[in-house]
């Protein structure tokens, strides 16, 4: 039977602002990871984090140049702007994932040069949903040089599997022609 960690489940995208800015992608320029003890895939966008109906997830970004500079200003940023979970054709799901989705922390507006906001997505998965396979998309916006300008990009590859409350994994064959 599968172990959960915690009730909380933290879900950690790590990523290179300069390089995805550089190269104009997320491709090799940042990866997943979360503190749950059966997901696979971690260090990739591929991550697949195993987690039971109700459960209390949390996604939060790291950027891998998080050092005060010189000047006192702080590097190039990226936030999540949208958790999007996604059909097999990449199509956004109509039956909801997540209960209370959304962005806790302080806003981004009030963010200074000296000062670093961080923020992160929260959602419970809703406690009667059917388990199995969930895959979403991560829209990610970074920061550039042009303070008035924002870039934005989907990181596709991650997804939940959704186990019962029992923790017992459900066969393909169980999960039916749409799990």
Not at 26 to 30: E, K, P, Q, R, S
């Given at each position: 039977m599968p172990t959960l960690a915690s009730t909380q489940?933290?879900?950690?995208?790590?990523?290179d602002v300069a390089g995805t800015l550089r190269t104009g992608s997320?491709?090799?320029?940042?990866g997943l990871m979360d503190n749950g003890s059966d997901s696979t895939g971690k260090g990739t966008n591929t991550l697949r984090t195993v987690c039971r109906q109700?459960?209390?997830l949390n996604w939060l970004v790291y950027c891998t140049d998080m050092e005060k500079r010189p000047d006192g200003s702080w590097p190039l940023f990226a936030r999540?702007?949208?958790?999007v979970f996604v059909l097999p054709d990449g199509m956004a799901r109509y039956r909801k994932v997540c209960e209370d989705l959304k962005v806790y922390g302080g806003p981004d507006k009030i963010r200074s040069p000296w000062t670093p906001s961080y923020y992160y997505w929260a959602g419970s998965v809703v406690p009667d949903l059917e388990p199995g396979l969930y895959p979403y998309r991560l829209v990610l916006e970074c920061d550039t040089t042009d303070r008035n300008r924002k870039s934005y990009f989907n990181l596709d590859g991650p997804s939940?599997?959704?186990i019962p409350l029992d923790g017992r994994r459900v066969t393909r064959h169980e999960r039916g022609p749409h799990g």
């Open positions: 489940l933290n879900i950690i995208t790590v990523i997320v491709t090799g320029n940042a109700g459960h209390v999540i702007v949208n958790i939940l599997e959704v």
